[in-house]
């Protein structure tokens, strides 16, 4: 593929409602990551798939965000009961091949504002 | 904890001028260093990286310096254009396990002025 896509690109929420964005990374890399990026900040590291497999979800601010990638291609992050500071750009990217020593490709991001 | 900074949130220069953008890292274990431009409403896109074995490196009109003696790594950017206008991130690997965590610094908003 040409690129990683996200979508929607934008979304709107009410507080309390679930959303789920969606990411497609370049066919054939083996990892995908999340980041949130606030206004005017630079990005922060969410979770981490390795192929299907979630090997890091240290950065998940809480336990209403989950993330699953589960034929180790599409990804999908969940947030339940969205709250205000739920506001950001989320932006997903993937490598070739494993780890963080790999340049990471990035999506446009889906900016989510919950009202 | 760890983090990555910018030493100047604004830098504005005027075109065909060199640009010169800093960071500092707090983790001495970092090993791999990655440049990134972003312009507005798009995510980042990767400009140059550099891993700490190595204290320079070169790209198309972009260079990347490593000090790792003082934690400290700088983007530079020959003939800047317009085109160049953008934030600028650095970012970096923990040298330790198999994480895939970047820290990001807050970035430089760099302006050109024609």
């Known amino acids: 593929g040409a690129g990683v896509s996200q979508s929607p690109r934008y979304k709107v929420a009410k507080r309390g409602q679930d959303v789920a964005l969606r990411c497609d990374p370049i066919?054939?890399?083996?990892?995908l990551f999340w980041y949130q990026q606030a206004l005017g900040q630079g990005p922060e590291f969410l979770t981490y798939?390795?192929?299907?497999?979630?090997?890091?979800k240290s950065g998940l601010p809480s336990d209403r965000f989950f993330a699953e990638r589960p034929e180790g291609s599409v990804s999908t992050l969940k947030i339940q009961r969205t709250q205000q500071e739920d506001s950001a750009v989320y932006l997903c990217?993937?490598?070739?091949?494993?780890?963080?020593?790999?340049?990471?490709?990035f999506g446009p991001g889906t900016r989510l504002l919950v009202l | 904890g760890e983090s990555v900074g910018l030493h100047l949130p604004t830098l504005s220069v005027q075109e065909g001028d060199n640009s010169i953008i800093n960071c500092a890292y707090s983790?001495?274990?970092?090993?791999?260093f990655i440049w990134y431009k972003q312009e507005s409403g798009k995510g980042p896109q990767f400009i140059i990286d550099?891993?700490?074995?190595?204290d320079k490196r070169q790209g198309q009109r972009v260079t990347v310096l490593l000090n790792k003696t003082v934690k400290h790594l700088s983007l530079q950017i020959a003939a800047t254009q317009p085109g160049d206008s953008a934030v600028y991130f650095c970012?970096?690997?923990?040298?330790?396990?198999?994480?895939?965590?970047?820290?990001f610094g807050q970035g430089t908003t760099l302006q050109v002025k024609p």
């Open positions: 990217a993937s490598s070739r091949t494993s780890g963080a020593k790999e340049t990471q490709y």
């Open positions: 066919s054939g890399h083996v990892s």
């Open positions: 798939f390795q192929n299907e497999a979630q090997l890091d």
């Open positions: 983790n001495s274990a970092s090993d791999y």
């Open positions: 550099i891993r700490s074995n190595m």
């Open positions: 970012a970096a690997a923990p040298g330790s396990g198999n994480t895939g965590k970047l820290i």
